[in-house]
């Protein structure tokens, strides 16, 4: 059973940046996709970025394009997400996931999509001001 717990949300105002942290416990071995994913009031939560902790190959939705960073920590079990040039419009409650990759013809890749991942965090909020 994968755990995985949040931190670094807050408070911040239009264009200033945030580092968030998820720290991942429970592996038995195997490489899993890690992903960040974002929900805000009303809305459905959406994928923001992934990364597959095998190579560390990264995949970005839309909404985490050009502003956001995935990353992991040097021994693979902590997962970060650089965010810079903050939008009010980013405001929501951010949830680390992880979840099995995709294999084709030897291939393996990760998605962006909320139903592919099994493992969820609690969620640490992040709020941006105008």
């Known amino acids: 059973q994968v755990h995985l717990v949040e931190s670094g949300g807050g408070s911040v105002q239009a264009g200033g940046s945030l580092r968030l942290s998820c720290a991942a416990s429970g592996y038995s071995g195997r490489s899993y996709c890690m992903g960040w994913f974002r929900q805000a009031p009303g809305k459905e939560r959406e994928g923001v970025a992934t990364?597959?902790?095998?190579?560390?190959?990264?995949y970005y939705a839309d909404s985490g394009k050009g502003r956001f960073t995935i990353s992991l920590g040097n021994a693979g079990n902590t997962l970060y997400l650089q965010m810079s040039s903050l939008k009010p419009e980013d405001t929501a409650m951010y949830y680390c996931a992880a979840g099995s990759p995709y294999y084709s013809d030897y291939v393996v890749s990760c998605t962006t999509a909320s139903s592919d991942f099994d493992y969820w965090g609690q969620g640490t909020q992040v709020t941006v001001s105008s």
């Open positions: 990364i597959y902790q095998g190579n560390s190959d990264t």
